[in-house]
């Protein structure tokens, strides 16, 4: 039986697939894959600020070591990596933060 950091290496050529479930996004600067986790809002903890969230996953192959305030692009929105990107094997789940915004 194959652990689950085993089965995210055979997996991750199908998961980071433009054809199948990746898009692309910018990195610095550079062209990478992601997979879309999430997309939701934050309050900043200022009354009627919120902060526009996405949480992607990566491939520890295109980005070693994501850190906090790392540039990306996704989607056309220029984001920023939140604090404490989560490893999991050969793949990163990251938070990316666009600017607060009022409402």
Do not use: H
Request: charged share 25%.
């Amino acid at each position: 039986m194959t652990t689950f950091k085993e089965q995210l290496v055979i997996d991750e050529p199908v998961f980071f697939n433009t054809d199948e479930f990746a898009e692309a996004a910018t990195y610095k600067g550079a062209e990478i894959k992601v997979v879309e986790a999430e997309v939701s809002e934050q309050s900043s903890g200022s009354p009627g600020f919120v902060v526009p969230l996405f949480s992607v996953y990566l491939s520890a192959r295109d980005v070693a070591r994501p850190k906090a305030g790392d540039a990306v692009v996704f989607r056309g929105v220029t984001c920023k990596v939140s604090a404490y990107p989560v490893s999991a094997g050969g793949v990163w789940k990251v938070d990316l933060i666009k600017e607060t915004i009022q409402v």
